[in-house]
């Protein structure tokens, strides 16, 4: 065949012609295209008994059999899956990739395939496809033991961290807590003072939890005397989660203010996960990693050389 899957997989999951796509790095590394960004699923089930040799679709001399076709398919990105699995969905697809061949075999009959504008974008978008699925395969194939895995927990173990808190919210005018039916609406000012009086009665004695029962606007947390459970990072607002997290274990905060009102906070526990719990999440988070290590070795092995009359 005259085409590349990978190329043709990129139009069809953008319904448009291929054009190449400028090479994206985050960190030094290459980004996959969309296309190549999830990992492929098995190929699909035949939808009826046509042989697998037997050809689908013809379009001048290219001619796609039956199994070349359910590959393109099951290459497509997963927001297209369920689309393919009927007729028509493999239809629309099939007449797209009939347009993407039609229009490939006018520009080689004019010759555009020979231009050095067109051959420059050709080699750029398959080595751009071949750095990603490389960068791709070096966090998927890579082995990590049990040091290494080890080694991510203790270098990244501020990300297991959990807390354990309590919280008094006052709310005020245009906070993004709704106001409970008979309260007064409380101006940013008012509702500052409001939670320093609340939090100089706790540190000269007052109960938390009574207190937060009594005057907490988040009417949820606060019938369990304002306990929250034990949350991990990125579960809360950020103004709140920093305090949360700095905060020794039993202290009061001051007055912390966020969208949703004033928080006056107590930790009661601070903890971090132990490596058996996050063994899972580390080893989907360590690929990525270890495809990183993998590339900068790589450019240690085969550095690269700059003009700098030219990059100056």
């Not at 099951?74 to 969905?89: A, E, I, M, N, R």
Request: avoid cysteine; charge should be neutral.
């Amino acid at each position: 065949m005259r085409f590349t899957f990978l190329l043709l997989l990129a139009a069809l999951a953008w319904g448009q012609t291929p054009t190449p796509v400028p090479v994206q790095v985050q960190n030094g590394a290459p980004l996959p295209p969309p296309s190549l960004a999830p990992k492929l699923p098995a190929p699909m089930t035949a939808p009826s008994m046509v042989p697998p040799d037997a050809v689908v679709l013809s379009v001048g001399e290219d001619k796609i059999t039956k199994a070349q076709f359910d590959m393109i398919l099951s290459t497509l990105p997963p927001q297209q899956q369920p689309q393919v699995q009927t007729p028509k969905g493999r239809r629309d697809i099939a007449e797209k990739l009939a347009e993407i061949l039609m229009l490939s075999q006018e520009a080689k009959a004019q010759k555009l395939d020979q231009t050095p504008k067109i051959q420059m974008q050709i080699t750029l978008s398959t080595d751009q496809l071949l750095a990603a699925a490389m960068y791709r395969d070096l966090g998927e194939n890579a082995k990590p033991d049990d040091a290494t895995l080890h080694a991510y927990y203790d270098a990244h173990k501020s990300d297991w961290e959990e807390v354990k808190a309590r919280h008094i919210l006052i709310r005020y005018q245009g906070s993004k807590m709704p106001l409970a039916d008979g309260m007064k609406e409380l101006t940013p000012d008012e509702a500052l003072a409001k939670a320093t009086e609340l939090r100089a009665k706790i540190v000269a004695g007052a109960d938390f939890a009574a207190t937060a029962k009594e005057n907490s606007d988040d009417k949820g947390s606060g019938a369990n005397g304002g306990d929250l459970g034990a949350f991990g990072k990125g579960r809360m607002v950020p103004e709140f989660e920093k305090e949360a997290f700095l905060l020794p274990v039993g202290q009061i905060s001051q007055p912390v203010k966020s969208p949703f009102g004033y928080h006056i906070i107590k930790v009661d526990s601070h903890t971090s996960k132990p490596f058996d719990d996050v063994k899972a999440e580390i080893l989907k988070r360590i690929p990525a990693e270890m495809a990183q290590k993998a590339l900068t070795d790589l450019k240690t092995k085969k550095p690269a050389t700059y003009n700098d009359a030219y990059f100056k």
